[in-house]
């Protein structure tokens, strides 16, 4: 069996974010995992990226904090860019375990428009990734 000892969360800042921490939390739990919190500011102005970055800064010290409540070692990671190439650039970069994330559903014409992060991060990763369905 696997022990998963440093899981990775990429957290993109929205409400799907809870359950994702809610499922990772658990598990974390139960194995005495390390949490690494990790947002990918995706921005096209030096304005943009600050303010952005500010508030992905204070959304995830808040999840830090709740965590470390809970007794779970968690740090924060920020990088910019292209979310799916930073989370995989992170993944070669550093050792994990795990990566989670949401895999939100989107509907065919904003796959089209937007891509998937999930759907790339999948394709390219090499380590076992936790897809979870923060719809249901």
Do not use: W
């Not at 500010?54 to 830090?64: F, G, K, S």
């Not at 979310?83 to 375990?97: A, Q, V």
């Not at 559903?105 to 990763?125: A, N, Q, Y």
């Amino acid at each position: 069996m696997h022990i998963y000892r440093d899981i990775l969360v990429a957290i993109d800042c929205s409400p799907a974010d809870e359950t994702v921490i809610s499922h990772v939390s658990s598990l974390a739990i139960k194995l005495g995992s390390v949490v690494h919190l990790l947002h990918v500011v995706h921005s096209h102005t030096l304005d943009q990226n600050r303010d952005l970055r500010a508030q992905a800064v204070t959304l995830l010290n808040r999840y830090r904090e709740k965590m470390l409540t809970d007794g779970i070692d968690t740090r924060v990671i920020i990088r910019s860019g292209e979310p799916e190439h930073e989370i995989l650039r992170e993944t070669e970069e550093n050792r994990y375990d795990l990566l989670a994330m949401a895999a939100h559903g989107h509907r065919l014409p904003e796959r089209i428009l937007f891509g998937s992060v999930s759907r790339t991060v999948r394709k390219k990763i090499t380590l076992p990734l936790l897809l979870i369905n923060a719809e249901r």
